[in-house]
């Protein structure tokens, strides 16, 4: 008994087993995670509640919540609150007209935004009752609903009109015209069709529409088409009204859907025709509209999918197609496009980290880090997972190929090629070669019977209908290299090959064949794709994207926006877009024109992603699935927003150095150069952070500016002149505004610079100038009087010094005259005088007959000498003597008299004959004719002298000189003997013993004396106008010694007429020479 | 085995203990009343209920910011906790208001429903009719923006208000409040408080059991008058306060309201003084529902405060600092 029971037991068990077996790999192990961009209070939302949202003209979206408004303009959010004009903090309702957005409170308040400030319409002090509603009726009017004081109309010049509920004042929560005399009321127990009255002011109800539950009515809101209205109510779902004629029709919408609308808060329908329900505890639903089958599927948005909350209060799409989620508690979320859905699996189970992915007609093949996931696409998409347990090895899955979903082929990174036929359900090893490179697959593709696999080791190529294995390598078919990262088979059926050389290979007819796109070095190639024209595309790893076309080949880099130059994967769409894997984003490039779209958190995707290698693959819907790191990411182009509108441009502010000034469309501003700095912003709520801007200032820069990613632009130093600063942007997308904003800057001319004034200028200056010259006329005319005044006048002067000077002139000419006279009798009677000194000279016959070889020059500086020679002969001597007496002219003539008289008497008469006692006599004969009694009394005439007595008996020769010397000149060589100091008349020397030196010297053969006076030497001449000097004497005299004596004269002469030159004679001259 | 079981239910009492002393519920644990009730507007009042109305205060302190949730108990009518008269048949409607006016509004916190006791915004209401979808369950209303409640200055906080009403129908409503800031559990918002001016609630089955509730007596009152509603001659009504020790109060028969003043000493001023209602241990008396309001000399109400039990927390203390004199 117990062996059964046990036996029992253990088949329940075994049971129970498999079961959980079968659940643990067939129960769907992945979620679709719906991605949300959020904004809360840490972004800058004044507060997390939101219970409105809206857009304005400007593009900029306004949020309402409990403690404030906050404007958004896809980058920063700015707070509004009572503090800036608004009626309250807390918003409860807002409506976008075309005037401008329009604000209700919870306090009553209504608040207008004109594009520019807010206007208290009602101020919150004044409200009655929270505003719940605002809708514009056909007239243009804006309608607001309170919740327990009916209707409030804002008519022109914003005057209010209030409209209150005849009797009972019944909660209204919501309501909409049927026409402009009838309406409905979303009341807190259903739908009441109610008329107004807008003449007495009132509302009376008509009756609750049937069909309707007896609910609270959350929302009405009209159909995009016109044709009714979509009614929400709390907890009783949603329903379409339609009037027919007097009645209404009520469809209740979703019915077949498998949602439960419970605590809903509102309904929006989007420009698709979708129904966005909000609701406090499930979250948001997306009612998927279809023309031609209605509401048939439906999205529900939570806590466990992504929306971190089940309490949506409100939500809003905006005019690029972004749904725009307001929650409640936590904040805003944009939801991320449609197009691009993520899948997680679990961790743990199935590994999340996606190596490889297939997509065949019947499944969707996911490989991990942990095995492989077959998704069923027939059945719910049921999933299995592949791992130890279905023959597969403990190992990342980097390549999977199916054919048709019967024959899968899944390449590992380190245990080769595994294989899995038909519905066995499961895989066994495919031993393509030994070896571990030859085993670690990168990739696998295939063409009808043909298997293509990559490998670190070469290309492996089977035949299925053979069986027969091909290697392609380096040296087996020559691929530039062993490692082949990727294959891929063009449209044209030749399979590209992705390897480390600088030369892009394809195999065709079994043969490799080469494209050089790189001269420089090696390019790490990692994918090739082929886009919808048949251009092959090429992503590298560090090089960006080559494009190789027929003639050329383009290179796409992070220069052009690519997000990285390492790309992991290529692959192109059939919406002509190159689609880039790369760490933490994607860029997808338009083939038509190169625009480089960057796809990170604006799709988002977490910065942490990485894509793998190659995990890329586009099945025959086009859609994109891509592998990394966090999962699946898949791109379906059906459900892109198709909607790309440019920035929505305006300026934000306008500095003038440094200051803030008021916003307008032409800025005026007195002269001067300014700085100027000008902040727009180009508002794309899509991609804010891809929004680019371009900008002109006409009257300064030539050129469009680059396109640059600051929203902002200095001008320094701009000076007076009309300006006009234009400015374009694009988004994401590409897409540039139409028309360019601009702001009008007129700087001013100042005054110098206006015409007027150069009018006036100029006719100041002419004015001036006639003035000037008028003056200057004067002046001259002025000055032309004063000067012939003048003239008169000095004339009249002139005249009279004419006058003198002609009679100055007559006694001057009386005087010359008479000194003229006076003077050719002086030089008569020096002339005469001369005669008479000629006379006493001894005659120059004496001279040639005492002394034969002799010549004497004397050249008086007057007419009469003061130099004199004299010689005679006595006792067989001959004395001969040179004298300079003081003073020259008369004086000196007088002197010389004398002298030549003394030594007469001396000589001749006394018989004195030794040369030193001649001049002792001669001194003592002048002193007592000149009566030189003493130094202090007397004058000091006298005279210098060298005086020589030749005895050619004795051939002796004696010498005396008083300051006048003796040269001889014996043997070529010159000897001086100096004369004493003493002069011939009183002596200034105190040391005079009174007698003169005697040289006696004894005459040789070829002996020549000189003596002479100071004149020569003391001559003014020359190039530098100096004394002739006794040294240059000296070497003329050695020079010339051995000429005959009447040519040493002839020499002595002209020697000092070239030195004089046009100088005056300054004292009288006397040299005499005598041949021994 | 027994050990077993008993150990078992020690740790459910415990944690229940524990749940209950820190949540924020009304009636509160320490009151000993199992729930608060309300009858369709169709029903006899002497079945304890004098207006088919009740309203109840929830004050959020001013640094919550997080969402709060109002949960109601059993709100529908039907089921195994409602007091059935016949064939279930009656609706209740729940409302909550906020915004201005809420508690200011002096209609709100007068006795009787009349006047703009409906005062403030409506932000959330449903009626629960006949069913018991929610029996034992929590039905909860919100999220609510704090920022949605009334300020009060008096109280430092943001005032939600929460109306039952029957609208029609003679069965009682059963049901009890919770003040949470979560949707699905009931996690007590911190400095939170929960007040009434007129309490009608359900008294015990349990012959055993006495319920307390617990009005504040401020510094203006010098006497107050506790009236009582169909105490249908269930036991006694005792007053215990710091100066009281356990005075009788007159209770009201059948259908009827008895009112009794008590002079209110200096020494009870700006505390809590305890009522009692002590059940006839003699006769069993089931489904006594009472009503009870106090009131001060100038015919305010005095509110009371269900959490915390008792007392109105200072919510702001004015503290003096006194200069020392060192020397």
Known sequence: MKLIRLRINNYIYFKVVVIVILLWFSVPGYTQVYKVIEFGVDQGIPQPYINTINQDNSGYLWIGTGNGLARFDGLNFETFTANDSLADDFITCSYKSDAGVWFGHTSGGITFYDGKRFKKIIPASKGESLITDIVEDAEGHIWFSTQTHGLVLIKDQFEIEPFNIIRDQIPIFTFNFLNPNEIIIGSVNGLIHCSLDKRTGQIQIIQPIKGIPESRIQDIIKTRDNTGFYIITQDEGIFRLIREGEDFVVVQIGLGLDIEIEGAQGVYEDSRSNLWISTFGNGLYKLIYSPSEGFMEAINYNENNGLKTNNVKVVYEDMEGNIWIGKYGTGLARLIEEAFTFYSFDEEKYGNNIYSIYVDDYHKWVGTEKGLIKIDLSKDNENTFYGIDHGLPQDKISAIYSINGKDIWVGTEKNGLYRMQADRGKFYHYFIREGTLENSINAITGMEDQIWIATKKGICNIDLSTNYIRWLTINQGGLPHNNVSHLFIDSKGKIWISALCNTLCFIQNNVVEKIEISSKGVLNITSVTEDADHNIWVGTRGNGIYKIRTDSIINVTSREGLLSDYCYSVIGDKQNHIWVTHRGGLSRIATKDYFVKPLQENVGINRSTEFNVNATFIDKYGIVWFGSNNGILAYDPSLENQISLAPSLSFTSVSINDEKTDLTEELILPPGRYKIRIEFIGISLKAPGLVKYQYKLEGYDDHWSDLISDNYVSYNGLNDGNYTFQLIACNGDGTFTQKSLKLNIVIKKPIWKRSWFYIITIIFIVSLIISYIKRREYNLLNEKRILEEKVIERTGEVVRQKEEIEIQRDAIKEQRDLIKAKNENITDSIRYASNIQSAVFPPLSLLDKLLINSFIINRPKDIVSGDFYWLTKRNGKIIVTVADCTGHGVPGAFMSMLGITFLNEIVNNLGITQANEILYHLRENVIIALRQTSIEETIQDGMDIALCVIDHKKNQLQFSGAFNALLLIRNKEVQLYKGDNITIGMSFKEDYEGSFTLHEIDIQKGDIIYMFSDGYTDQFGGEKGKKFSTKRLYEVLLNIHQKPMNEQKVVLERTMEDWMKEEEQIDDITIMGIRL | ?327
């Open chain 2, 1 to 327: 085995m027994k050990n077993r079981y008993k150990n078992y239910w020690i740790t459910i009492l415990f944690i229940l203990i524990v749940y209950n002393l820190y949540s924020q519920s009304a009636p509160a644990a320490e009151e000993n009343i199992p729930y608060l009730v309300t009858f369709g507007a169709n029903a006899d009042k002497s079945w304890g209920d004098d207006d088919f109305c009740q309203i109840f205060f929830f004050r959020i302190p001013m640094n919550q910011t997080e969402p709060i949730y109002i949960r109601v108990f059993d709100p529908d009518t039907g089921g195994e906790l409602d007091e059935g008269k016949g064939e279930f048949d009656t609706q209740v409607s729940f409302s909550v208001y906020g915004g201005e006016g809420c508690w200011s509004d002096e209609d709100a916190r007068g006795v009787d429903p009349t006047g703009n006791y409906k005062s403030g915004n409506l932000l959330a209401s449903r009626t629960f009719k006949t069913s018991n979808k929610y029996d034992n369950e929590w039905y909860t209303f919100g999220p609510f923006n704090p920022f949605e409640g009334e300020y009060v200055e008096k109280y430092d906080g943001r005032i939600f208000k929460i109306i039952a009403e029957g609208l029609s129908g003679d069965d009682g409503n059963l049901y009890k409040y919770f003040l949470s800031t979560s949707p699905k559990e009931n996690k007590e918002v911190e400095g939170g408080n929960v007040f009434t001016y007129e309490y009608t609630f359900r008294l015990s089955n349990d012959q055993n059991n006495v319920s307390q509730i617990y009005p504040y007596i401020d510094d203006r009152t010098i006497s107050i008058e506790i009236s009582n509603y169909d105490w249908d001659d269930d036991g006694f009504i005792r007053i215990v306060s710091v100066a009281k020790n356990g005075l009788l109060c007159e209770t009201s028969g059948e259908s009827n309201w008895v009112v009794r003043e008590f002079p209110i000493i200096e020494e009870e001023k700006n505390t809590s003084i305890e009522i009692q209602f002590i059940k006839n241990r003699a006769k069993l008396i089931k489904n006594n529902n009472v009503v009870v309001t106090v009131q001060n000399q100038y015919g305010d109400l005095l509110p009371f405060f269900v959490v915390p039990i008792g007392g109105i927390p200072v919510y702001n203390p004015k503290i003096r600092m006194k200069v020392i004199d060192k020397r």
